[in-house]
């Protein structure tokens, strides 16, 4: 039973931008020509919808927990490279845009998140997991509780570890967001999260513009307590990766916590920004198969 005190509805700008984020999922979800399934399951923050693709290989299953703002439709490309050699799980994130709750947690938000990521798991798969997060899904990775259903993390653009790095320009961005939501907003938006050379297409943009009435989307939770992420140090095998031009968590800014909390080094994505996932989909097979037994 969940306890709705603790939930709130996601900021948006009323029900009818709920249900276009909705339809946009299903009608790309549809146009996939991935074999894959849809599943709902019941936590303790609301319905989770699940995209579930891909065949069992022997080798760990993946669960994918996309970043703010993103959904398991907005990223088929890398999840279908994935799904070509391991079974792979994708939850929608209650409270972002997608087919799960539009309801987020109230207080403590990364813990909540990570206590539901802890109810999911044994849901998905009696086996043990390759939890790949990015961005907000990178810092929930990081807030379940490692365990033997946990074979190792793979953690793009992290959020969690280090507070975001705050610019005049995101600070603009941000107040340009909450007086009104345009198409010409989510375009400066892409441009600022995204590397010079990534082009988005109009579904990206037109994406981004429904996806910024739920909530600006550089806005993420503090960092972890540093006990919660020593945890994970010497536990499983972790590997982080941010572009090299992420203008939230650079690898300057990540690169000493992230050798001193969790015992493993930043790998540097070229010509990558802070969207990894749509900016370059092919960078979580390369890292999944980097120490992934065969």
Known sequence: MKDSAHLIPARSRGPGVRIAARRRCRTLLQAWDVPHSLDHFETTLGSTMVV?????????????????????????????????????????????????????????????????????????????????????????????????????????????????????????????????????????????????????????????????????????PRPLPARDLRRWARGVPIIVATGEQDTLFPPGRLRGPVRALLAADVQVLPRCGHLTLREFPGALTRLVESWAPT
């Open 52 to 220: 579930s693709t891909g065949k069992a290989t022997g080798r760990p299953p993946v669960v994918v927990l996309p970043g703010a703002g993103l959904s398991a439709a907005t990223v088929l490309a890398a999840v279908g490279a994935v799904a070509r050699t391991h079974r792979v799980f994708v939850p929608d994130l209650p409270g972002e845009p997608g087919l799960s709750t539009s309801r987020r947690p109230r207080r403590r938000r990364l813990h909540a998140y990570g206590g539901w990521l802890d109810e999911m798991l044994p849901q998905l798969t009696d086996k043990p997991v390759i939890l790949a997060g990015h961005s907000l899904g990178a810092g929930i990775a990081l807030a379940c509780t490692p365990s033997e259903r946990i074979t190792g993390l793979v953690l793009l653009n992290p959020a969690g570890i280090v507070p975001v790095k705050r610019s005049l320009e995101l600070t603009k961005l941000r107040a340009a967001s909450v007086r009104h939501t345009l198409r010409t907003n989510s375009d400066r938006i892409l441009t600022y999260l995204s590397a010079p050379r990534f082009m988005p297409d109009d579904d990206v943009i037109d994406w981004f513009s429904m996806a910024t009435q739920y909530r600006f989307l550089g806005t993420l």
